[in-house]
T-cell receptor, first 114, second 117 residues
Framework: GDSVTQMEGPVTLSEEAFLTINCTYT??????LFWYVQYPGEGLQLLLK?????DKGSNKGFEATYRKETTSFHLEKGSVQVSDSAVYFC?????????????FGTGTLLAVQP | DTGVSQNPRHKITKRGQNVTFRCDPI?????LYWYRQTLGQGPEFLTY????????KSRLLSDRFSAERPKGSFSTLEIQRTEQGDSAMYLC???????????????FGPGTRLTVT
């Protein structure tokens, strides 16, 4: 069925380390893909998105490329900071769908140590 | 405008009691969503409004749950006869958008954390 599978956390990194959080999806139709971030005590925020195959979404040094052939949308950042510590959610919705409801993964907790 | 607001932020209730949560979306947003997030899981879609019309409900939304959006502004989510399994974070989101067409970003509120004892 429709779902998102994310790398389990927590992911613990030292400051300036390279980050990858894996995400694969199962969707009926042609989804748009998203990464949301939830900082401690705050609501979910859209981090980046990609709406078609081979698109690269980017924001705040984070990047993810829509890979239709592998149904993946892995999140990467070249050099993480302590302020990146948060929970990251991969999600999708059907572009042009009636409701645009989001289907989320379980989230990956990232802890960056100084 | 300061974004989507939700009240209360925390609610502790005894099993069997009724609870009601409120969501105030961003003022010009015609779409409103409710999601539920349990510990260690991602948000799960509950229901969706376009203006005042409730257009989709998830199978997760049992008969004990009811949501309204009178006049297409704020929304309420009521849970009757609460059960311990209802303990979760209830998230509200709003967006622009019309039927079909392009995706508009959903802006999330901070959530209401419900604990049923």
């Amino acid at each position: 069925g429709d779902s998102v599978t994310q790398m389990e956390g927590p992911v613990t990194l030292s400051e300036e380390a390279f980050l990858t959080i894996n995400c694969t999806y199962t969707a009926t139709g042609y989804p748009s893909l998203f990464w949301y971030v939830q900082y401690p005590g705050e609501g979910l925020q859209l981090l980046l998105k990609a709406t078609k195959a081979d698109d690269k979404g980017s924001n705040k040094g984070f990047e993810a490329t829509y890979r239709k052939e592998t149904t993946s949308f892995h999140l990467e950042k070249g050099s993480v900071q302590v302020s990146d510590s948060a929970v990251y959610f991969c999600a999708w919705t059907l572009y042009g769908g009636a409701t645009n409801k989001l289907i989320f993964g379980t989230g990956t907790l990232l802890a960056v140590q100084p | 405008d300061t974004g989507v607001s939700q009240n209360p932020r925390h609610k502790i209730t005894k099993r069997g009691q009724n609870v009601t949560f409120r969501c105030d979306p961003i003022s010009e947003h015609n779409r409103l969503y409710w999601y539920r997030q349990t510990l260690g899981q991602g948000p799960e879609f509950l229901t969706y409004f376009q203006n005042e019309a409730q257009l989709e409900k998830s199978r997760l939304l049992s008969d004990r749950f009811s949501a309204e959006r009178p006049k297409g502004s704020f929304s309420t989510l009521e849970i009757q006869r609460t059960e311990q399994g209802d303990s979760a974070m209830y998230l509200c989101a709003s967006s622009l958008g019309t039927s079909g067409g392009a995706f508009y970003e959903q802006y999330f509120g901070p959530g209401t954390r419900l604990t049923v004892t």
